[in-house]
T-cell receptor, first 113, second 115 residues
Framework: QKEVEQDPGPLSVPEGAIVSLNCTYS??????FMWYRQYSRKGPELLMY????GNKEDGRFTAQVDKSSKYISLFIRDSQPSDSATYLC?????????????FGTGTRLTVIP | AAGVIQSPRHLIKEKRETATLKCYPI?????VYWYQQGPGQDPQFLIS?????QSDKGSIPDRFSAQQFSDYHSELNMSSLELGDSALYFC?????WGDGTGELFFGEGSRLTVL
């Protein structure tokens, strides 16, 4: 079983829709959770960073972590065509980076105007 | 199923030495990415290749160079190593062309320690 599972999609939504992206994981030691956005053939950019369980909101983006279910989500409200990209979840058990960062495989999102 | 293979998994070098990391992408994947993650840092994107041509460049120092070969494997060459180069170097591959989903598959990383 992979450490991190992410639905690969692809996912197509109309402009203005609410998007839900999800990852599950198996390692209960994970405490640091990240979402990255990566445009095709480009490098990733960090969107959200959360520690332990709870919600974090930044503009149109909300990250949720449910450690009891080992499940994290990224919600995008009022989706825009510029949101079309691959979204990667990543997680780690150690903030210092001494342990590996484990990535999901990414979900490709297309927002249709 | 074949995964992304990185070698070596661990490497110890002295300052001012040279190191080469190798990445073998999943067969038929056309895009390779390199990332560097230092202790306590977010992964930093270094460079990417699409069909053996550089497609994007991130925070890669001038002392580093990379290339993708005809068999699609990629090498990251690091010269004049500094203590700050000690990090975990990830490689990832994806299929971007045509009906490729763009899923990223990561190698397990190569840990470089510079003494």
């Amino acid at each position: 079983q992979k450490e991190v599972e992410q639905d690969p999609g692809p996912l197509s939504v109309p402009e203005g829709a609410i998007v839900s992206l999800n990852c599950t994981y198996s390692n209960s030691a994970f405490q640091y959770f990240m979402w990255y956005r990566q445009y095709s053939r480009k490098g990733p950019e960090l969107l959200m960073y959360t520690y332990s369980s709870g919600n974090k909101e930044d503009g149109r983006f909300t990250a949720q972590v449910d450690k009891s279910s080992k499940y994290i989500s990224l919600f995008i409200r009022d989706s825009q065509p510029s949101d079309s990209a691959t979204y990667l979840c990543a997680m780690s058990s150690d903030q210092t980076g001494a342990n590996n960062l484990f990535f999901g495989t990414g979900t490709r999102l297309t927002v249709i105007p | 199923a074949a995964g992304v293979i990185q070698s070596p998994r661990h490497l110890i070098k002295e300052k001012r030495e040279t190191a080469t990391l190798k990445c073998y992408p999943i067969p038929r994947h056309d895009t390779v990415y390199w990332y560097q993650q230092g202790p306590g840092q977010d992964p930093q994107f270094l460079i990417s290749f699409y069909e053996k041509m550089q497609s994007d460049k991130g925070s890669i120092p001038d002392r580093f160079s990379a290339q993708q070969f005809s068999d699609y494997h990629s090498e990251l060459n690091m010269s004049s190593l500094e203590l700050g180069d000690s990090a975990l170097y990830f490689c990832a591959s994806s299929l971007e062309w045509g009906d490729g989903t763009g899923e990223l598959f990561f190698g397990e990383g190569s840990r470089l320690t510079v003494l």
